[in-house]
């Protein structure tokens, strides 16, 4: 069966600082993968997407960059954490399209 | 661009009714639409997909249903229950690959 792994759970970073957060999946091959981000009391933004590997498209212009290095290996991060980038982030699969999409189990950011 | 609302924002109602959460959407051409739950501070729990070309779907104590030209979908949850309390969320999958979700309903059955 797939499952889909996102950690870490919860981060706090200072202003300034990197981050890295990594979902992997297993269980498929070449899913399409989905970063989104959930603000307090807000919907969900999508920010990245990815079809294939090397393959990314950026929703929004922002402080953030992903990338996929390995066809189950999604990655979100930032060279320069802003207070803006605390949320709630979550990574998603999906097989294909027509398929149901599948959520990992966050991560909470928050920066200090 | 497709843009996803959820309508009521927030809904309270006694325990054993029956309740309609509503999801529109402005661009018709997508592959399917999924509804959602998520407890606080949680992931996203999978209710239902319907594929585009579906009426509706039931899992349970729960119907979706779905008219893509008119955009509407709408998520029926028979004799609630104080364990249906949780946000609801609908996303419609789009044909230029990206998930796009409302911003849901917040559920609250009161015992």
């Known amino acids: 069966s797939q499952t889909i792994h996102q950690w870490p759970a919860t981060l706090v970073q200072p202003v300034g600082s990197p981050l890295s957060l990594e979902c992997t999946v297993e269980?498929?091959?070449?899913?399409?993968l989905y970063w989104y981000r959930q603000a307090a009391g807000r919907g969900l933004q999508l920010l990245f997407y990815?079809?294939?590997?090397?393959?990314i498209s950026s929703e929004v212009p922002q402080n953030l960059s992903a990338s996929r290095p390995q066809d189950r290996q999604f990655i979100l991060s930032s060279k320069k954490l802003l207070l803006s980038d605390s949320g709630f982030y979550l990574c998603?699969?999906?097989?294909?399209?027509?398929?149901?999409?599948?959520f990992g189990q966050g991560t909470r950011l928050t920066v200090v | 661009k497709q843009e996803v609302t959820q309508i009521p924002a927030a809904l309270s109602v006694p325990e054993g009714e029956n309740l309609v959460l509503n999801c529109s959407f402005t661009?018709?051409?997508?592959?399917?639409l999924q509804w959602f739950r998520q407890d606080p501070g949680k992931g996203l729990t999978s209710l239902l997909l319907?594929?585009?070309?579906?009426r509706e779907q039931t899992s349970g104590r729960l119907n979706a249903s779905l008219d893509k030209s008119s955009g509407r979908s709408t998520l029926y949850i028979a004799a609630s229950q104080p364990g249906d309390s949780a946000t609801y969320l609908c996303?419609?999958?789009?044909?230029?690959?990206?998930?796009?979700f409302g911003k849901g309903t917040r559920l609250h059955i009161l015992p």
């Open positions: 319907i594929q585009s070309s579906q």
């Open positions: 998603a699969w999906s097989p294909n399209l027509n398929t149901e999409a599948f």
């Open positions: 990815s079809v294939g590997i090397g393959q």
């Open positions: 996303a419609v999958g789009n044909r230029d690959d990206k998930i796009i």
């Open positions: 269980g498929t091959s070449n899913p399409n």
């Open positions: 661009d018709s051409a997508i592959y399917n």
